[in-house]
């Protein structure tokens, strides 16, 4: 199964954790840590240059995982991505990354302002952004829909909430939750995960603090349940041993929807 992943950790452990509800062996491509925004502006031929935001940075300081990330930005996997069967999405990038926008070209990127060498400098190239609305992000999402709809004609969607209850870093962001909701009712094709109760989670979902960024396997087989009650239709599932245990995992029953 060929995944286009608009997504960050959300999304991608929702699959990497339920490998075989998505055929056994899916294929990802993944264009993660950048807000729907940022693609639609390389879709428009806006493009950023990551050297025009690199010699504002202290590069030493800029490595590992965190470079990774930031250099991804850049770049996209999935718009021009073809025979995708399913395109899974989340929240996150659009709640939580706060960017600039080049003053001349109107690209945008997003920067940790720790590592900004001299921020009278960047600011004279860069104006801050805040982060876009609830509304916008759902007008912007519908409109990247149609683009990869466009090259993959009649492709499902799953959508994931990023789990926004469960640490208060992001209560501010809750009103978030509602996409999923909205978009579902008005684009077909388009299936939500929907919100976790918290007497369905597992101990091991949260810290000790009853908190948590990331839920265990479970609890996103349960989002992908639910979407599969909506009509989400999933291929057939190549392990049967795993079969007994997905069952399990999504409810006890398996759903009429999903073709095993």
Not at 2 to 26: H, M, T, V, W, Y
């Amino acid at each position: 199964m060929k995944i286009l992943a608009r997504g960050d950790c959300c999304s991608q452990r929702a699959i990497s954790l339920n490998r075989e509800l998505f055929g056994g062996a899916p294929s990802v491509y993944a264009d993660e840590k950048q807000p729907v925004r940022f693609l639609l502006e390389k879709l428009d031929g806006n493009l950023p240059s990551q050297s025009a935001v690199l010699k504002h940075l202290d590069q030493d300081a800029l490595n590992g995982i965190d470079r990774y990330y930031f250099e991804s930005q850049f770049t996209s996997n999935t718009l021009d991505l073809v025979g995708a069967d399913l395109i899974c999405m989340d929240s996150y990038a659009d709640m939580n990354f706060k960017s600039y926008r080049h003053r001349r070209e109107g690209w945008s990127a997003w920067v940790d302002p720790q590592l900004i060498l001299d921020h009278a400098a960047f600011e004279e190239e860069f104006a801050f952004e805040p982060r876009p609305s609830m509304e916008q992000v759902i007008e912007d999402t519908k409109r990247l829909i149609a683009h990869y709809r466009r090259i993959n004609p009649g492709i499902p969607v799953l959508y994931l909430a990023q789990p926004v209850t469960w640490h208060p870093r992001f209560h501010r962001f809750a009103e978030f939750n509602k996409i999923g909701h909205v978009l579902a009712s008005s684009i077909p094709g388009f299936f939500f995960g929907g919100i976790p109760r918290h007497k369905d989670l597992s101990p091991e979902d949260l810290d000790e603090l009853g908190w948590t960024l990331h839920f265990d396997a479970p609890s996103y087989a349960r989002m992908i349940r639910n979407a599969v009650k909506s009509g989400l239709e999933l291929p057939r599932i190549v392990n049967a041993a795993y079969l007994n245990n997905a069952v399990d995992i999504i409810g006890g029953i398996p759903c009429p929807a999903v073709r095993f």
